[in-house]
């Protein structure tokens, strides 16, 4: 073994690695790889960016009550979106309500 060898890395590390090369590069990709760590677990478990035009991002939510609460945080939600990203910018957020799945599908 050569004495120059490095302690293994985390697998984390190389996953992200793999990520961001893959990751289109859009507003949209952007977003939702910043997305937890801007708004933090517990939203980031009941809402998820999923699309975005001309700076207007949808975020569909698990229930009504997060689209509510979320429209209320919207400016400052975008705020801190656009302090985080490195290119383009979110204008405002558009928060819709998933329905329920169907479970015949």
Known sequence: MSPHRRSPRHLA??????????????LLSEVQQAWRDVVGEV?????QPTSERAGVLTVSCAASVWAQELDLMGPVLVERLNGALRR????????V????PDPFR
């Not at 383009?88 to 928060?95: A, D, K």
């Not at 309500?97 to 329920?100: A, H, R, Y």
């Open 13 to 26: 590390l190389a996953v992200e690695r793999v990520r961001d090369a893959l990751a289109p590069e859009t």
């Open 88 to 95: 383009g910018s979110v204008t405002r957020l558009r928060c």
């Open 43 to 47: 939203i980031a478990a009941e809402a």
């Open 97 to 100: 309500t998933l329905p329920p």
